[in-house]
């Protein structure tokens, strides 16, 4: 193989299949990611057996072929290249590189393209489209609310539905939840997946790089999701398991509602947390009280040893005196994924759990538990 391209070319497509490589597997082919010529691309390829991505890059093919090429070693020498040569690499019958940029020359040790795993196609029939922004908008405001307990697998990840022309993903800790949904895509699909945490990290890392793609493929199928960015495939296993059933821990009814200026009320709760920042976020003793009174939120904290403080906002609010504890990473987790001024804030009592919907958007709620102190 012998190819030429320039040093933009390479860093984006390193960029892209770098962080997918795994360097404490105990293959150590999957060290490596896999550089080959693809009619009149070149195509890189990494994957740590669970996640996979794929991308092409411009260049000129003087010899078709392909090679498995140590990451980050090729990552660091690329990256001191000269900005102004073009970069040739090529390869050997001996699984040598030579990688040559004007008068820099590099020798590195790769490994075979034949003992790199083979990464399934992307699914031409089962998938749909939906447009960029709504799709990583989507993942944004529900990924803060999946659980990082081990032991709960299946609450590992972003639940998505596809059913009836909408696009559903939900996601909790057994403490809150997310949901949202879109009807903006059009496909007779149905299926359901839980997307792991790291998948969707990785998909929104990719979304959020240069890419300026409007729209994005997403496939389904077997215990895989495929997700199609121009010309990036990213693919990742399922977590097996069921679902919880999500619909009967939202809230159907409420005493109150207040509608909260959101703005305010999150930097209330930032001024609060400070207080109870010697306590972890799982911490369940790590609480701000909201305190309902006549035309009057009250948002404050109490921490023995370090101090109290307290924010008042005015509310339109006519009900009882009520007193709410929450844990004030929930809180704030909602509050920055609502892109409007205000937020809807229900509730029945302080035992019960709270819903919180922007004021324009019922595609999006979030439920918070109360804590109990």
């Not at 489209?129 to 081990?150: P, R, W």
């Not at 509602?257 to 003793?285: C, E, F, G, P, Y």
């Not at 205000?342 to 999006?364: C, G, M, Q, V």
């Amino acid at each position: 193989m012998k190819v030429v391209c320039e040093k933009e070319e390479l860093i984006r497509g390193i960029q892209i299949v770098f962080p997918v490589t795994s360097s404490r597997s105990t293959l150590p082919v999957l060290s490596n990611f896999l550089f080959e010529t693809s009619g009149d691309k070149i195509k890189l390829s990494s994957t740590d057996l669970e996640i996979a991505v794929q991308c092409y890059i411009k260049g000129e093919i003087v010899e078709d072929g392909g090679i498995t090429i140590p990451a980050k070693r090729f990552a660091d020498i690329v990256k001191e290249l000269p900005s102004d040569e073009e970069i040739e690499i090529k390869s050997s019958e001996t699984n040598q590189i030579n990688i040559t940029a004007g008068k820099s020359k590099f020798n590195l040790m790769g490994i075979s393209q034949t003992e790199y795993p083979i990464i399934p196609e992307f699914p031409k029939d089962s998938n749909f489209t939906i447009k960029t922004e709504i799709f990583a908008s989507m993942l944004k405001k529900t990924i803060f609310a999946v659980s990082k307990d081990a032991q709960r697998y299946v609450l590992n990840g972003v639940y998505f539905i596809i059913e009836d022309s909408k696009l559903k993903m939900v996601a909790t800790d057994g403490r809150r939840l997310a949901y949202v949904y879109t009807s903006k895509i059009k496909t007779d699909i149905k299926g359901k997946a839980i997307v792991p945490t790291k998948a969707i990290t990785d998909i929104l890392r990719l979304l959020s790089s240069d890419v300026k793609a409007e729209t994005v493929q997403i496939g389904i199928t077997g215990n895989q999701i495929a997700i199609g960015i121009e010309d990036i495939t990213f693919m990742s296993t399922l977590i097996e398991g069921i679902f919880p059933n999500y619909e009967q821990v939202i809230p159907k009814t409420s005493e109150s509602k207040v509608k909260l200026n959101v703005k305010d009320t999150l930097a209330a709760v930032k001024q609060m947390a400070i207080l109870t920042a010697d306590k972890t976020s799982s911490d369940r003793s790590a609480s701000v009280k909201f305190y309902f009174g006549s035309n009057l939120l009250k948002v404050s904290a109490s921490t023995a040893g370090l101090g109290s403080g307290e924010v008042e906002l005015e509310v339109n609010y006519k009900g009882e005196v009520t007193e709410i504890n929450f844990n004030p990473n929930f809180v704030k987790d909602v509050l920055q994924n609502i892109n409007e001024d205000f937020a809807i804030f229900e509730f029945k009592n302080s035992l019960n759990p709270a819903t919180i919907i922007p004021e324009t958007d019922k595609n999006y709620l979030c439920v918070v538990m109360p804590m109990r102190t």
